[in-house]
């Protein structure tokens, strides 16, 4: 095959294949072409069936083949150096105009920050609730509202987040107990029974902050200066924070903290059975009002094989043969109080 047809195929094989990849056949094509004076032909005789015209054709296309100057049949390796740069070069003056680009976008649209945050502080927001999909949107605001809190900071936890989410915590509360905030955080019986949600608890309290533990928390919330606040939100599977600003809700999520609050007992050592009695209470009037186990369980942050331990274990104490049964012993004890609800053993 003359080299002149080659080059067209090669040409041809450009609009088809635009991998730069090398493959085993590719590199053992270049290594041939690397003995002097070896032609098209040269190869597809020592190769036969086997050889591979189009991929020689690649290679030229690549600027790893070039055809002597003398004798257009004859194909010598380029260098590979050489080859790399010229493919590169159009790639990274498209990554540099993207970059610049970038910059331009990033630098034109945080020049609007002090309006937004100017509103924001005027209480003239454009909605009184922002909603964020996006993780790392949700922790750059939250860094933001860290940094403006004056006075207070109450936070509730359903369930401790991940180790990560834990270090990236108490690094925020660390700075807040640093500026003179007061930090509250208010977490479920439940996690005292993890050895490391029990350490990171008692780093939180170390770094000054005060920490309580309570039967059962609905739903995660953070609430800064009574001002604004972040709730979890989930939408369609999509998962994303809530930040409301309308007081009215502001005010009714700061009096449900502090009825918890009210409820909750401190971290110390020595209220192991005090928790445990208070779990046990909390479970007795979950089954007053006929809950499944998979209701009284999530409702708890329990898993359900712990809450049926506790069950069995209050049931063998009060003398009862059913969750029902149960109930009522627990109300003639004096207990709990109300009429229970027939549930499903």
């Known amino acids: 095959m003359p080299f002149q047809d080659l080059t067209a195929e090669s040409e041809k094989s450009a609009s088809d294949e635009d991998d730069t990849r090398l493959s085993d056949d590719d590199i053992k094509i270049y290594e041939f072409f690397t003995r002097p004076t070896c032609s098209l032909d040269d190869y597809c005789r020592e190769h036969g069936a086997a050889a591979r015209p189009d991929r020689v054709a690649r290679l030229i296309r690549l600027g790893l083949l070039r055809g002597d100057l003398r004798d257009p049949a004859i194909l010598h390796a380029a260098s590979p150096g050489l080859a790399a740069a010229d493919l590169a070069m159009p790639m990274e003056e498209q990554a540099r105009g993207l970059a610049e680009q970038s910059e331009r976008i990033r630098r034109e649209f945080v020049s609007l920050t002090p309006l937004y945050e100017k509103a924001a502080a005027a209480g003239a927001a454009l909605s009184s609730t922002e909603v964020l999909t996006d993780v790392r949107e949700i922790r750059i605001r ?32 660390e700075q807040l107990l640093r500026r003179g905030v007061e930090v509250r955080g208010l977490f479920t019986h439940t996690v005292r029974r993890y050895h490391v949600a029990v350490e990171h608890l008692r780093a939180f309290a170390a770094l000054g902050a005060q920490v309580r533990t309570t039967s059962m928390v609905p739903a995660r919330m953070v609430v800064f200066d009574n001002e604004v606040a972040v709730i979890p939100r989930s ?35 020595d209220e192991a059975q005090t928790v445990v009695e208070q779990i046990e209470l909390e479970i007795l009037r979950e089954l007053t009002q006929g809950r499944t186990d998979e209701s009284v369980a999530r409702r708890l942050g329990i898993s359900t094989r712990t809450l049926r331990r506790y069950t069995t274990s209050l049931c063998d104490r009060l003398g009862a043969g059913s969750r029902f049964q149960l109930a009522v012993q627990a109300m003639r004890a004096g207990l709990i109080s109300g009429a229970p609800e027939p549930v499903d053993d």
């Open 142 to 173: 939250l860094a933001q509202l860290t940094n403006r809190v004056r006075h207070t900071t109450i936070a509730a936890h359903p369930n401790l987040p991940d180790p990560e989410g834990m270090r990236a915590g108490l690094e925020l509360d």
């Open 235 to 269: 939408h369609e599977g999509q998962v994303g924070a809530a930040i409301l600003h309308e007081p009215p809700v502001i005010s009714f999520l700061v009096r449900l903290f502090e009825h918890m609050w009210g409820r909750s007992t401190e971290l110390v050592e």
